[in-house]
């Protein structure tokens, strides 16, 4: 069983936790984190989720993503997914934040990180992904106008890859 803490609409822990995937009360959120790894040519590795997976089965995603469990703050979680669904380790030092999408009752936080990486290294994991390649900004707009990304909003993947031009020379 897996815990979440529960937050306000003003991202305050109300001091509730419960089951992921159970229902909330109206007012209530959880939080999910997602990794955006890019390479130094501003490509964003995107995972392609199981087709055995209920939410967005086949589709592609961003590099690595989950609810952040309890007791856990969000760029803990990023760093976690990635090394449960890629096998890839990254220090916090290389994590920066990028946004927070408010979701009907998520707030879903987004990290930034660059490193260089051989895709074909990766150690992904079965039960949540198929493969994992890089992408540019273009075949991510490509795959989302086609139904085969993560339905985000092409706003915030605007964002997401402004960021990574912004932080490219870094």
Known sequence: MELIDLYDGSRVRTGRTAERGSAMRPGEYCLVSHLCLFNGCGELLVQRRSVYKDRYP????????????????????????????????????ELRFVLTEPFSCVFDDF????????VSGLELQKSELSAAAFASER???????????????AELLRRIFAFERAHRAE
Not at 58 to 79: H, K, P, Q
Not at 111 to 118: G, I, N, P, S, T
Not at 139 to 153: A, E, H, I, Q
């Open 139 to 153: 075949d991510v707009f490509d795959m989302l106008r086609c139904g085969k990304f993560v339905d985000y909003s």
């Open 111 to 118: 990290f930034f990180a660059r490193r260089e990486l051989d």
């Open 58 to 93: 086949d589709c592609w995603d961003v590099s690595a993503g989950g609810f952040v469990r309890s007791g856990e703050d969000a760029s803990d979680a990023a760093l976690r997914e990635a090394r449960e669904e890629l096998g890839l380790s990254l220090a916090k030092a």
